[in-house]
């Protein structure tokens, strides 16, 4: 579907970056033809000055948005949720970050979620990049507690796992 969605604003490579950094960060466009992240709007200038383009291209990508009923409503239900890697110290977390040989590869997160749960690690947050809108996909995993010795040797050991990073 994402690729779907990329290429419909293939005609327009300035749309088509507004419409990745929409998808990459959860933002959405409401009802009025504003981007939205969960609700609460967010100006076009910054979206452009974010992205290096003008507002008025982030108005008219969030215009055509509405106009094609199979975006519509993607956009207008699009939600994003916090990453709490970035806080994750501050609360006593460990993050454990997997970077797969082939990211279109299945079974990465089971395999690597399988050897937690064989530890009975609680898990606070599993979150991956989108080998379509990221350079350098990754599983990011974030648990509560700090790794018994082996686990990062095990992650590291599964065929799909090129790097892990804690």
């Not at 300035?14 to 933002?27: H, I, M």
């Not at 956009?75 to 970050?97: C, K, Q, W």
Request: aromatic share 4%; hydrophobic share 45%; charged share 25%.
């Amino acid at each position: 579907m994402w690729s779907d969605i990329i290429h419909e604003f293939s005609d327009s490579p300035s749309q088509s970056r507004v419409v990745r950094f929409l998808l990459e960060n959860g933002f959405g466009v409401n009802e009025d033809g504003r981007i939205s992240c969960n609700g609460i709007e967010i100006p076009a200038t910054a979206i452009a000055k974010a992205i290096g383009s003008d507002r008025r291209v982030v108005d008219s990508t969030a215009r055509r948005i509405l106009d094609l009923p199979e975006l519509r409503d993607i956009f207008l239900n699009m939600r994003a949720t916090p990453d709490l890697s970035h806080v994750a110290e501050a609360l006593g977390y460990t993050v454990i970050t997997v970077i797969p040989k082939n990211a279109n590869e299945r079974g990465i997160v089971g395999a690597a979620v399988k050897v937690l749960s064989e530890h009975l690690l609680p898990i606070r947050q599993i979150f991956v990049t989108d080998p379509q809108f990221s350079e350098e996909p990754k599983l990011v995993i974030i648990i509560e507690e700090p790794l018994p010795h082996g686990i990062i040797e095990k992650i590291r050991a599964l065929p799909q796992v090129k790097q892990v990073i804690i």
